[in-house]
C-alpha cells in the first residue's frame, strides 16, 4: 500500500513561516523523485519544489528564495519549509512521488492558509 501523509498546514501571519512534512512508505520514497505541489480555489494545482533521489532541489519562480525542500531518508520523508510567507501562498499543499517526472501517487493534502 503507498502511503504519504502530509502535516504541519495551519494558519499563519503574512511574513511568518511554517514546516510541512510528508512521511512516505519505504518503497516510495527510495525510488521516486519527491514533490510539493499546491492548490489555491479555483486554480489548477502547480508545482511548489521538487527533490530527486540525490538531492537535486527545484523550484517554482514564485517560491524561489523562500521555500526549501529537504528529504530524510533515514525518516522517509520530505519538508518544505516555508519562509516569508506571503497571502498568495494559500492553498492546500500536497506531496506527490513521482515516476519519470510525472505525479505518481499523493497524499490527502494539507491546508495552509495566509492571513492577518
Known amino acids: 500500500q503507498v502511503q504519504l501523509v502530509e502535516s504541519g498546514g495551519g494558519l499563519v501571519q503574512p511574513g511568518g513561516s511554517l514546516r510541512l512534512s510528508c512521511a512516505a512508505s519505504?518503497?516510495?520514497?527510495?525510488?521516486?523523485?519527491m514533490g510539493w505541489y499546491r492548490q489555491a480555489p479555483g486554480k489548477l494545482r502547480n508545482m511548489v519544489a521538487l527533490i530527486d533521489r540525490s538531492g537535486l532541489s527545484k523550484y517554482a519562480g514564485s517560491v524561489t528564495g523562500r521555500f526549501t525542500i529537504s528529504r530524510d531518508s533515514a525518516k522517509n520523508s520530505i519538508f518544505l519549509q516555508m519562509n516569508s510567507l506571503k497571502p498568495e501562498d494559500t492553498a492546500v499543499y500536497y506531496c506527490?512521488?513521482?515516476?519519470?517526472?510525472?505525479?505518481?501517487?499523493w497524499g490527502q493534502g494539507t491546508q495552509v492558509t495566509v492571513s492577518s
Open positions: 519505504g518503497s516510495i520514497f527510495s525510488s521516486y523523485t
Open positions: 506527490s512521488a513521482l515516476a519519470a517526472g510525472v505525479p505518481s501517487y
